[in-house]
């Protein structure tokens, strides 16, 4: 067993109305920042574990988001790194 | 009829489940503690409004876990009656009670209002004492409201009549759909396709005195009575 830091992403479901990344987008673009076309703000989770190598890690990580992390009825979610510790 | 009222940590409408159902209807209440595993008898049982674990993660997503929601969901799989208000909806929906989430209200602002309702389905366990198509006014207070399902189940729940209460009353016809916190279709309570599981955002609890306002919520409860006891 080895330990692991698993880094997920969660973020509104794409086609939701997301009114804190609309909020955001608007406040960006009165600060002066014209270009930016869209945000989504989301959750970003940590979760270290012990498991038998990274692949183990970050499948029951997926499966920690499909029950718990994220919603899939209003979320998706991506596992953005697995680093061992 | 005994009513339980769950009480998580955070809860902070459960007294006023109490007082709707011992003083406004006159029948008997029990608090349930989250972490109890008993239902102790109660023929329906209640999960009420509040800010449950912080809302931590999602709103209702830790309360889910709590220790009596395993008999809360073995109740409601017997077809026994359970309600939920506001963050009581906001838990059913994560413990898969009920299809859909609520997100974020449109505004990102909180809600505190009275808001006007229609009754889209009087055919219920706990609609039965409201005639279909009537207006009601009951207050709502929260910031997470906004129904949302994906296509498929919207057009489930609203093709089964399965969607109780749609709030109306925007400013030019009152009844239009007219949704405080952009809800789809503004929804506002739903049931269960059992029918015995009701998850709504306004507060009926919080409307059974004239003297505050409305007693049109006394309703949810005197059709459950009538139904239960019938």
């Known amino acids: 067993m080895s330990r692991f830091r698993v880094a997920v992403h969660i973020v509104p479901r794409r086609g939701l109305l997301d009114p804190q990344g609309k909020a955001v987008t608007d406040a960006l673009r009165t600060l002066g920042f014209a ?3 869209d945000v989504h703000v989301g959750r970003h989770v940590i979760v270290e ?3 038998a190598d990274s692949t183990a890690a ?17 979320e998706d979610f991506e596992i953005a790194s697995v680093s061992t510790l | 009829m005994k009513f339980g009222i769950v009480t998580f940590p955070a809860s902070n409408c459960d007294y006023d489940a109490y007082h709707a159902v011992v003083d406004a209807l006159g029948e008997e209440a029990v608090y349930l503690w989250h972490k ?7 023929d329906v049982i209640i999960l009420p ?9 999602r709103v209702g997503a830790i309360a889910r876990f709590s220790p009596i929601m395993r008999e809360v969901v073995a109740h409601a799989e017997r077809g026994a009656p ?3 208000f506001c963050n009581g909806f906001q838990i059913m929906c994560e413990a898969g009670l009920l299809p859909g989430a609520l997100l974020r209200n449109a505004s990102l602002r909180f809600v505190c209002e009275p808001v006007r309702l229609r009754v889209e389905n009087a055919d219920t366990p706990f609609t039965n004492r409201y005639a279909r198509g009537q207006l009601i006014t009951i207050p709502i207070a929260h910031g997470d409201g906004r129904y949302t399902a994906d296509a498929e189940t919207l057009a489930r729940i609203e093709g089964e009549g399965r969607v109780v209460f749609r709030y109306v009353g925007g400013p030019g016809d009152a ?11 503004a ?6 396709a059992a029918g015995n599981v009701l998850g709504m955002m306004p507060h009926p609890e919080r409307a059974v005195d004239d003297l505050l306002g409305s007693s049109d919520g006394i309703g949810v409860f005197e059709s459950i009575l009538s139904r239960v006891a019938a």
């Open chain 1, 35 to 37: 270009a930016v076309r």
């Open chain 1, 49 to 51: 574990m012990d498991a």
């Open chain 1, 58 to 74: 970050e499948r029951s990580t997926r499966d920690m988001c499909q029950k718990l992390l994220a919603n899939p009825v209003i």
């Open chain 2, 36 to 42: 109890d595993h008993d239902l102790r008898g109660s």
């Open chain 2, 49 to 57: 409004g509040g800010f449950s674990y912080g809302d931590y993660l």
């Open chain 2, 82 to 84: 359970v309600m939920g």
């Open chain 2, 175 to 185: 009844d239009e759909w007219w949704s405080p916190n952009g809800s789809m279709n």
């Open chain 2, 187 to 192: 929804i506002a309570g739903i049931v269960s």
